[in-house]
């Protein structure tokens, strides 16, 4: 064992403690597969994150991604907590235009965008989704296991872009903040769910309203800050990996965005919330750019900096 740098930072927030928590050893060189995931299991973070040096040559470093359940081979929140961990630590891109990141699923592309008011917010580039239909069983006992009925579920499609997720898209956001599943039944179907609903009515009252109002009545502590009124509301429950309610997705916006956009259901750009339903305010810009590519951006904060022995 040795002391290796660690950082622990919240991702899709500028704000400590209001977004998703990620572990981060920025020295992951001569830890095996047994070390990485006792570690995260350790952590009990959502994930942990390992950075490595790159074994492809266009690639700026590498990072591999664990759960307290197991490894992925890609992840939303620690791409762009690893990239900023990598940047804070004194890391210097080949490319002046992006960061490229290695992992499980290959090379990932991150950009930085300039805010107007200073500093920058990290966007990843959104790998390819594969969609695939999903049988009406299996949909119907993840409804119930969700309490929903049926005609609150307008479509469901299953996600996959390194994590699969079932995806649903629901009636309205008070059904998605008002979900308490049965996390048992959705760790037994060994299924991965994400749903979402968007913020239709222009005339209807700002997210920070109605969020914090339903967050009370669920007896949630209610969130703050949130900086703007978001189109979307999202939840993803991963029981089966560990997690009950991931506080802020990226793989399953990225995943939501592509297919969305696709169908015709989301503009180009929009911009989700998550996390709301654990006193958390994630935001998640996503757009679409003039070449179908898809990013999904995010600000990211250092809350823990020092050495852990590993």
Same mark, same amino acid.
């Given at each position: 064992?040795?002391?290796?740098?660690?950082?622990?930072?919240?991702?899709?927030?500028? =704000?400590?403690? !209001?977004?998703?928590?990620?572990?981060?050893?920025?020295? *992951? %060189? *001569?830890?095996?597969?047994?070390?990485?995931?006792?570690?995260?299991?350790?952590?009990?973070?959502?994930?942990?994150? #390992?950075?490595?040096?790159?074994?492809?040559?266009?690639?700026?470093?590498?990072?591999?991604? #664990? =759960?307290?359940?197991?490894?992925?081979?890609?992840?939303?929140?620690?791409?762009?907590?690893?990239?900023? %961990?990598?940047?804070?630590?004194?890391?210097?891109?080949?490319?002046?235009? !992006?960061?490229?990141?290695?992992?499980?699923?290959?090379?990932?592309?991150?950009?930085?965008?300039?805010?107007?008011?200073?500093?920058?917010?990290?966007? !990843?580039?959104?790998?390819?989704?594969?969609?695939?239909?999903?049988?009406?069983?299996?949909?119907?006992?993840?409804?119930?296991?969700?309490?929903?009925?049926?005609?609150?579920?307008?479509?469901?499609?299953?996600?996959?872009?390194?994590?699969?997720?079932?995806?649903?898209?629901?009636?309205?956001?008070?059904?998605?903040?008002?979900?308490?599943?049965?996390?048992?039944?959705?760790?037994?179907?060994?299924?991965?769910?994400?749903?979402?609903?968007?913020?239709?009515?222009?005339?209807?009252?700002?997210? +920070?309203?109605?969020?914090?109002?339903?967050?009370?009545? #669920? *007896?949630?502590?209610?969130?703050?800050?949130?900086?703007?009124?978001?189109?979307?509301?999202?939840?993803? #429950?991963?029981?089966?990996?560990?997690?009950?309610?991931?506080?802020? =997705?990226? %793989?399953?916006?990225?995943?939501?965005?592509?297919?969305?956009?696709?169908?015709?259901?989301?503009?180009?750009?929009?911009?989700?919330?998550?996390?709301?339903?654990?006193?958390?305010? *994630?935001?998640?810009? +996503?757009?679409?750019?003039?070449?179908?590519?898809?990013?999904?951006?995010?600000?990211?904060?250092?809350?823990?900096?020092?050495?852990?022995?590993?």
């Amino acid at each position: 064992m040795k002391l290796r740098l660690f950082k622990q930072v919240d991702v899709f927030t500028a =704000t400590p403690y !209001f977004g998703n928590p990620l572990a981060v050893v920025l020295d *992951g %060189s *001569g830890l095996d597969d047994e070390a990485m995931q006792r570690f995260a299991r350790w952590t009990n973070l959502s994930e942990t994150s #390992f950075l490595l040096p790159p074994t492809d040559p266009s690639a700026d470093y590498r990072v591999r991604i #664990f =759960t307290p359940g197991g490894e992925l081979p890609f992840a939303g929140h620690p791409t762009l907590g690893s990239c900023h %961990s990598w940047l804070q630590a004194g890391g210097r891109p080949k490319r002046r235009d !992006f960061i490229v990141q290695e992992c499980g699923l290959g090379l990932v592309k991150i950009r930085r965008d300039a805010l107007p008011a200073g500093g920058q917010r990290l966007a !990843f580039a959104a790998p390819p989704v594969k969609r695939m239909a999903t049988s009406t069983v299996l949909l119907a006992k993840v409804a119930a296991a969700l309490g929903l009925k049926s005609n609150q579920v307008l479509v469901a499609q299953t996600l996959d872009n390194g994590p699969r997720w079932l995806a649903l898209l629901l009636d309205s956001p008070e059904t998605v903040l008002q979900l308490m599943p049965n996390h048992l039944a959705l760790s037994n179907l060994q299924v991965q769910v994400g749903v979402a609903a968007f913020y239709l009515a222009p005339e209807a009252p700002p997210l +920070i309203g109605r969020a914090n109002r339903e967050a009370r009545a #669920f *007896g949630q502590q209610a969130a703050q800050p949130i900086a703007d009124a978001p189109d979307l509301e999202v939840r993803a #429950f991963a029981a089966g990996i560990g997690i009950p309610e991931d506080p802020v =997705t990226g %793989s399953l916006n990225a995943s939501l965005a592509q297919w969305l956009m696709a169908e015709g259901y989301a503009p180009e750009r929009y911009l989700a919330s998550q996390g709301i339903c654990l006193g958390r305010a *994630g935001q998640l810009h +996503i757009e679409r750019d003039a070449c179908g590519q898809v990013w999904v951006g995010g600000e990211s904060v250092t809350c823990v900096d020092g050495k852990v022995t590993l």
